[in-house]
């Protein structure tokens, strides 16, 4: 079929998730059909960079050979096997590798086939764990998480999220939670932003609007203090809040969580699914404040972005809480169908040998560096510069961890005041990136920049440039300069 063809079934049937459709079908997107290293290529034969690691799960680039191989000979022996009441090779092969590598502690290991639905059995095994600990059993029936948590889109993991655009819509359907607020949010003029206002409030840490750890670290303290006997679990993204635009907590924090949670006898579960496998510069979140959790949740990059499978990790002292006798209803009555997928299970276990082989956390560190070098420009606080056209007087601020960052444009950098919406303006930057051959994906007026954590350096140093010169583009373009009037924004 050729591109036009593709292009009018693509519209005709294809709903695309997070995406305005009424503006899509007018955006000619470029369809993939194949791809070499950290390039896709389209069906006009178009080359782009992944700048975003293909929504955050590419590891190591594309059609990597040993991966590849891993996948054909899994593929000649067995495609598919269920894990219920069965074993299979792989799974079996990377739980054990998986359980080695996470912090201690961790030691069973439950397969599912996307994050949302390994944060789903997260928090199921937790609500069960309570009713059936050895302790005593509890009735615990309430989940902590932070304010502008992302978890997933499932109806259970909404119903931790806090990002209003996302979430709010479906506030009848969820269940209750307790937030506390996010050490990364900032507070506006006028005190706290209330819990689940807009994401785009994030503010450059040089001018103290975040909220002062100590503040958030108080109320947290207080909530757990008031409600431990009621809490089945602390739910946290570690060290960064990816999908709320890129939030990087305090040095410290995850560990006065898990002091704290230990503290209560609430288990902390810890979503890495975004940060894990090198994002933050360590192969986990975690272990950069020697943290063990409770429940562990990964996906996204454990096949090196390959094919879906998530695995949520717990602990003995949980996972004995599910034992005895099978009438019991001891059980955990959780499974899918895909679950351990022996094609996804090699995948992943020839993406953390790669891993290893070509000391891809080292090749993170790297890159870690040269993206703040790169995009040290656009964080700036002069009102302009000559080679960004004035861009940086509309950065509020380049927030980084690891090879995660977030741009975050703002029509006003002293006030912080956002955009209009109607302009799109992240959607337009992420448009002009695209016509100079990077892909990437904005969250509202956040550039979010994702680099595979093997990427080299000097395509990270072109990504870099693309996005400071698209920035520019649009910004001109967007009438942000005095007498220049908004155009097709
Ligand atoms: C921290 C976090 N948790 C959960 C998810 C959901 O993963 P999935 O899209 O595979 O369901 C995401 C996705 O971006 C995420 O960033």
């Known amino acids: 079929m050729n591109s036009h063809e593709l292009r009018q079934l693509d519209n005709a049937h294809v709903w695309h998730p997070f995406t305005a459709m009424s503006a899509y079908r007018d955006e000619s997107a470029p369809i993939i059909v194949e791809a070499d290293g950290f390039y ?197 993204e570690p060290l960064v809040q990816a999908a709320a635009g890129i939030l990087v907590h305090p040095p410290g924090y995850l560990k006065r969580v898990r002091e704290l949670t230990r503290q209560y006898g609430i288990p902390l579960i810890a979503d890495e699914i975004a940060v894990g496998f090198g994002r933050t510069g360590t192969l986990f979140a975690c272990e950069q404040e020697d943290v063990s959790p409770d429940i562990l949740i990964l996906s996204k990059g454990l096949t090196g972005g390959y094919l879906p499978l998530a695995a949520t990790l717990v602990t003995d002292e949980i996972y004995d809480a599910f034992l005895g006798d099978p009438w019991s209803g001891r059980t955990f009555y959780h499974g899918h169908t895909y679950t351990g997928n022996p094609l996804a299970c090699a995948a992943a276990l020839a993406s953390l040998r790669l891993i290893d082989e070509h000391d891809v956390l080292a090749n993170a560190l790297r890159i870690e560096s040269v993206l703040r070098r790169e995009l040290a420009p656009l964080a700036e606080p002069r009102d302009s510069l000559p080679t960004l056209g004035g861009t940086n007087a509309h950065v509020a601020e380049v927030r980084q961890k690891g090879t995660m960052v977030g741009i975050e444009l703002v029509q006003d950098r002293e006030t912080l005041t956002p955009f209009p919406p109607e302009w799109r303006v992240g959607h337009q930057v992420t448009l002009a990136c695209r016509r100079r051959g990077v892909i990437l994906r904005n969250i509202g007026d956040v550039i979010v920049l994702m680099p595979a954590p093997a990427m080299q350096e000097e395509l990270v140093v072109e990504l870099c440039q693309v996005v400071r010169d698209s920035i520019g583009e649009v910004l001109s373009a967007a009438g942000c300069w005095p007498g220049q009037a908004k155009n097709h924004v």
Not at 102 to 124: I, M, Q, R, S, W
């Open 40 to 236: 896709l290529t389209d069906t006009d034969g178009r080359r782009y960079l992944d700048g975003h690691s293909s929504l955050w799960c590419n590891i190591h680039g594309h059609r990597v050979p040993a991966i590849d191989a891993a996948i054909r000979k899994q593929l000649d022996r067995v495609a598919h096997s269920t894990l219920l009441g069965l074993a299979n090779e792989p799974s079996i092969e990377l739980a054990a590798e998986l359980v080695r590598r996470t912090p201690a502690g961790l030691n069973k290991v439950f397969y599912a086939d996307c994050g949302a639905a390994g944060v789903e059995v997260a928090l199921k095994i937790a609500f069960q764990y309570h009713r059936q600990k050895s302790s005593g059993p509890e009735e615990r029936d309430l989940f902590v998480c932070l304010d502008h948590a992302y978890h997933g889109d499932t109806v259970g993991t909404i119903s931790l999220g806090g990002i209003d655009r996302f979430h709010s819509l479906f506030g009848s359907l969820m269940f209750p939670a307790l937030r506390v607020p996010s050490p990364a949010l900032r507070l506006p003029s006028g005190g706290r932003e209330s819990p689940g206002s807009s994401m785009s409030v994030c503010a450059p840490k040089s001018r103290g609007t975040h909220v002062p750890r100590s503040e958030a670290e108080t109320e947290l303290e207080q909530i757990l203090a008031e409600h431990a006997h009621r809490i089945a679990g602390f739910v946290i």
